[in-house]
């Protein structure tokens, strides 16, 4: 499975910004695929995943109610629209994919969002 994260950049306090996970490998119907990110010097931390085969989204609390992720299967793409974006938001945002409610066996190259205050 190959994955392809894009659509960060800078944005203010309160904006939006949607990312997207392009997947190629002929398994990647199979499992469920989420975003993490991570802030230098810290843990890496899971933020939403979606089921492939029933398309249930689960989420972090601390964006749930903002963040959306959702899928195009015909197109073996999903996105994380992301709203009332705040500074602490500021992250790399990884693209996964595999098995469990937060998928981790595979990972794309990060995406860098920036939120200003």
């Known amino acids: 499975v190959q994955l392809q994260a894009s659509g960060g950049g800078l944005v203010q306090a309160g904006g939006s910004l949607r990312l997207s996970c392009a997947a190629s490998g002929r398994t990647f119907s199979s499992y469920a695929v989420g975003w993490f990110r991570q802030v230098p010097g810290k843990e890496r931390e899971f933020i939403a995943a979606?089921?492939?085969?029933?398309?249930?989204?689960y989420y972090a609390d601390s964006v749930k109610a903002r963040f959306t992720i959702s899928g195009d299967n015909a197109k073996n793409t999903v996105y994380l629209q992301m709203n009332s974006l705040k500074p602490e938001d500021t992250a790399v945002y990884y693209c996964?994919?595999?098995?469990?409610?937060?998928?981790?066996?595979?990972w794309g190259q990060g995406t860098l969002v920036t939120v200003s205050s």
């Open positions: 996964t994919a595999g098995t469990g409610i937060r998928p981790a066996d595979y």
């Open positions: 979606i089921s492939r085969s029933d398309s249930i989204a």
